[in-house]
């Protein structure tokens, strides 16, 4: 069993930042895990410390049944792939590979079989004789991999494995990390700061906020039912739309029009409370003529995103305040910067946050 269970935990640097704040976290045995978050939120100091790279000020770690909190990471029975691949510079792809069953004083003859049968699985067999320097990006992160799956560990740490490839190699080497994980099915944590990459590989996500977790769920969960303004502001390729809102029994004055509260919050919300009210560029549809419950505004910019735009719209806001609304329009029903459009909310799409 490798399940991976984070209490309490915390991790004050010297410096005074609190890089991690009372997290609690259950990543289950064989999960593709994702952790999600703007830079400096704490992704690397998480799995720094569960790796054992640093010690937590306070909390615990589990792996499995064993608790690991206070073990060096050479005890942990993890491998942890870096953002830069660390490889060594001066060492063969096959010594790189074999390296850390040389730490575990494995026999050469025995590590380089491995190293082989690893570099085979990872498609890198006609690579062992040469130096980190004399492989692409792509090669490189293999290579990283391979070192990391020699060892046959139960939890694999990839911070930000990806970044360091250019576009197009990018998506080849997310394919083939997620087939790689399925196959091996060892409990991964993948650290990214990309919100699409998380949401295309990962079984579940936690986004996390200043050392916290804000929301964990499935990769539909976190896209469709953002539990706060923060991750529905950071999951999506175009960030939702949020207004401010003020509650009138069951409907809700959005931008200076009256849209019926959503079903699911209903009789939660106080009559008069002011609320962000929520929906993806995604889940409106625009129109040139007018519609009930819709918004209307002046169409301002019109982004041309292949098979679709992304069309922005100031609608009046509260105290006169002008709100910007964005919509996809698909391809040839655009309008122009200066029309007067209305947007209307697909059924069942619209979301009410009360922590705006
Ligand atoms: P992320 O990987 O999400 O970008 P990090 O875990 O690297 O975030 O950093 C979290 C916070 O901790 C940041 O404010 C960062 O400046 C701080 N931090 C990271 N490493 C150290 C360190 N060794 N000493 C002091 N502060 C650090
Ligand atoms: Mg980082």
Redesign the pocket.
Known sequence: MSAITLRELT?V???G?R?LDALDLEIADGEFFALL????????????TIAGL?LASAGSVRIGERAVTNLPPGQRDVAMVFQDYALFPHMTVRDNIAYPLRIKKVGKAARHDKAAATADELGLSALLDRRPGQLSGGQQQRVALARAMACHPQVFLL??PLSNLDARLRLEARTFLKRLQRELGVTTVF?T?DQAEALALADRIAV?EG?RIRQVGTPTEVFRRPANTFVAGFIGSTPMNLVPARVHGDELAVAGVRLPVPEDVRGELTDGEQVVYGVRPEYLDYSPEPVPEALTGQVVVVENLGSFSLVSLDVPGEDDAATSVQVVVPEGREPDPGDTGWVVPRPGRSLVYRDG
């Not at 978050?37 to 720094?48: F, I, N």
């Open positions: 991790k640097y010297p410096n930042v890089a978050g703007p830079s400096g939120c704490g992704k690397t100091t998480l799995l720094r640093e911070d930000e650290v700061h996390m050392g």
